[in-house]
């Protein structure tokens, strides 16, 4: 069974930095994009960022230019270098891969992490 397992989160000041990780665990044969999503109490989930399997990312317009997403392929992990976080940033951010293949049953599904919360506050 696939697994996705954040870790990272935690309290950080306003215009302070925190950096996600994310790996995923179980039979992979391959996995297409690889993204970071996050909620917010009483919103809805929205994308942060996302990685292609050749690397081409997409960034939300709101963290544009403060937060990389990266990814290493041969180990089927994700991270997120987030800087000069605000406190509307605080939620629970959410790994999750797209188009993933198990080896063995050759499945194709997406797959999320349980969520690793941020707090922004002082």
């Known amino acids: 069974q696939v697994q996705l397992l954040e870790s990272g989160g935690g309290l950080v000041q306003p215009g302070g930095s925190l950096g996600l990780s994310c790996a995923a665990s179980g039979s992979i044969f391959s996995i297409g994009t690889m993204g970071w999503y996050r909620q917010a109490p009483g919103k809805q989930r929205d994308l942060v960022a996302s990685?292609?399997?050749?690397?081409?990312?997409n960034y939300a317009d709101s963290v544009k230019g403060r937060f990389t997403i990266s990814r290493d392929n041969a180990k089927n992990t994700v991270s997120l270098q987030m800087n000069s976080l605000k406190p509307e940033e605080t939620a629970v951010y959410f790994c999750?891969?797209?188009?993933?293949?198990?080896?063995?049953?050759?499945?194709?599904?997406?797959?999320w992490g349980q969520g690793t919360l941020v707090t922004v506050s002082s």
């Open positions: 999750n891969a797209d188009r993933l293949i198990e080896r063995g049953t050759w499945r194709t599904q997406e797959v």
């Open positions: 990685i292609t399997s050749s690397g081409r990312t």
